[in-house]
Nanobody, 124 residues
Framework: QVQLVESGGGLVQAGASLRLSCAAS????????MGWFRQAPGKEREFVAA????????YYADSAKGRFTISRDNAANTVYLEMNSLKPEDTAVYYC?????????????????WGQGTQVTVSS
């Protein structure tokens, strides 16, 4: 089992930055993929970014490219999502997810472990 706890969400104005954190515990290891997803009210959950624990490979949704950066601190068992130039349409609950393996999936049904989510609200 893997436990994931997100933090760092909040209410910010458009153009601001936020850094989300996802602390992992339990049966973690280098052969895991970590992903960030988000779900806005009335919308389906969507992929944001993913990273490989072992080699740091990353994969981004088009909506995240150029503004968001996913990174990891292996020693701290923590994955981050740095979000810059935030827009009102980035408002959502952001979830951290994990799965064993090496392929950077963007489908949420490929991930086995999920955090409780952290709310990000961007005002205009």
């Amino acid at each position: 089992q893997v436990q994931l706890v997100e933090s760092g969400g909040g209410l910010v104005q458009a153009g601001a930055s936020l850094r989300l954190s996802c602390a992992a515990s339990g049966r973690t290891g280098s052969r895991y993929i970590m992903g960030w997803f988000r779900q806005a009210p009335g919308k389906e959950r969507e992929f944001v970014a993913a990273i490989s624990w072992s080699d740091g490979r990353t994969y981004y949704a088009d909506s995240a490219k150029g503004r968001f950066t996913i990174s990891r601190d292996n020693a701290a068992n923590t994955v981050y999502l740095e979000m810059n130039s935030l827009k009102p349409e980035d408002t959502a609950v952001y979830y951290c997810a994990a799965r064993a393996g090496s392929y950077l999936f963007s489908s949420d049904n490929r991930y086995d472990y999920w955090g409780q989510g952290t709310q990000v609200t961007v005002s205009s």
